[in-house]
């Protein structure tokens, strides 16, 4: 049986790791830098290119780039999604009728020098404006729900912490576990996972600061 591996062990072993990831990153910002300084181009724009390259085409089929992706794959191809993206928007609008409303962004495009021409696309909706009437209506639903959200994401958090109650990045689940409780929701498992794993972290940060890691 193999020896376990003790807290001490896994941190250094791990800090080993994160050096040799820190300085990758290192000699790869400063390869994007001097070559910005020579090209007299944006880094942003080398940083980007390079994950274009690294990530090409994985994840996807070979012949079906904008087909489903293997759920597997962690980092898929950058790119892909913004071009599937924008398929889906052109199917979405087209099928309600309203592809008027791509018109500013083509346009915005076309200034740009790219031109985009899009054909056999079909409305599939019996009358155009009673379901744009039900897109509006929903936007206005979704405006409230947005403001909602604010109120808590910005509001009670920072509440929470001046009070000492939570971190504001804790609150959300506490909120959520208070709402399940009072909806008399099955929470012993929850609680009992998340004090499980708040007692963990909590005994590490010690282990750490008082180095009682053998």
């Known amino acids: 049986m193999s020896k376990q591996t003790t807290p001490l062990e896994l941190l250094e072993e791990s800090y ?16 994007a830098s001097d070559t910005a300084k020579m090209q007299k181009i944006e880094k942003p724009i080398l940083i980007r290119c390079k994950d274009y390259l690294h ?14 992706k293997d759920p ?9 999604p913004t071009f599937k993206k924008l398929l889906q928007i052109v199917d979405d609008l087209y099928a309600i009728g309203k ?82 409780k009072v909806e008399e929701k099955e929470i012993d498992d929850k609680y009992q996972d998340t004090v499980t794993h708040l007692t963990m972290t909590e005994t590490a940060y010690t282990d750490v600061y008082d180095e009682n890691l053998k």
């Not at 990530?55 to 489903?68: F, K, P, S, V």
């Not at 597997?72 to 892909?80: L, N, S």
């Not at 744009?132 to 979704?142: D, H, K, L």
């Open 72 to 80: 597997q794959e962690k980092f898929p191809d950058r790119v892909v």
């Open 99 to 180: 592809e008027d409303m791509l018109d500013i962004y083509l346009d915005a495009l076309k200034a740009k020098g790219i031109e985009l021409k899009i054909t056999g696309k079909q409305c599939r909706v019996n009358d155009v404006d009673e379901t744009w009437q039900a897109v509006e209506n929903m936007s206005g639903f979704q405006t409230t729900i947005c403001e909602l959200a604010d109120e808590i994401n910005f509001g009670a958090t920072q509440v929470a912490e001046d009070i000492n109650f939570t971190p504001k990045t804790e609150f959300k689940g506490v909120l959520n576990f208070y709402a399940k």
């Open 16 to 31: 080993e790791t994160l050096k040799e990831k820190r300085l990758a990153s290192k000699h790869m910002n400063l390869v």
């Open 55 to 68: 990530y090409r085409g994985a994840g996807y089929a070979a012949g079906d780039i904008l087909g489903e």
